[in-house]
């Protein structure tokens, strides 16, 4: 089913959205990928604010290319989530409410989404360029000197998701492969 929602997410809206939904995603969200995680989390272990609010924002695992000449921002696909699933449980624990990656969660990520009423979107791989025409403005807001692993606020418009792992737990991935068999 299609959904066009507004970021940031509410919990009545998060907890609407099911697995294999697709979910064209209007408003505001943040890009942190690995370097950005593991500053969060080192600022979180010296009881430091995060230079951003977890609080019913979503975060795109996304370092752009350089913008061209008129463009907000350069490609802007999805990364490997997994590679956040050490940081992701603690920030949903803070009030994270959605994610956008590619690829598969951890049993703690996944119990983490459902102890939250959060969820976890997928993006397509390998559709950067495609996936950057929904993004209507991009400021670096954090961590400058991580150059494109910076965490940035994006404004979007319709930015195309599909939800991978719900609030109740429902994983596409596992379901689409039981369909298959």
């Given at each position: 089913?299609?959904?066009?929602i ?5 919990d009545?809206t998060a907890?609407n959205?099911?697995a ?17 995680h ?5 600022a ?17 695992y ?8 008129g463009?907000?921002?350069g490609?802007a696909?999805?990364?490997t ?52 025409k ?13 150059g494109?692993e ?5 404004e979007?418009?319709?930015f ?22």
């Amino acid at each position: 089913m299609d959904k066009h929602i507004t970021a940031p997410l509410t919990d009545e809206t998060a907890e609407n959205l099911k697995a294999g939904d697709y979910v064209y995603i209007t408003g505001t969200i943040y890009t942190a990928r690995d370097a950005a995680h593991l500053r969060m989390n080192e600022a979180l272990d010296k009881n430091e604010p995060l230079p951003i609010a977890m609080q019913q924002n979503i975060i795109y695992y996304m370092g752009p290319s350089p913008a061209r000449k008129g463009r907000p921002i350069g490609s802007a696909g999805p990364t490997t989530a997994s590679r956040m699933d050490k940081y992701a449980p603690r920030l949903l624990d803070l009030g994270l409410k959605g994610m956008i990656g590619k690829g598969k969660r951890s049993r703690e990520v996944k119990d983490a989404i459902v102890r939250n009423k959060a969820v976890y979107f997928a993006a397509v791989g390998g559709a950067g360029a495609l996936l950057s025409k929904s993004i209507t403005a991009s400021e670096v807001v954090a961590y400058d000197d991580l150059g494109t692993e910076a965490i940035r606020k994006l404004e979007v418009k319709d930015f195309p998701t599909i939800v991978v792992i719900d609030s109740e737990g429902n994983d596409l991935y596992e379901t689409a492969v039981k369909e298959i068999k």
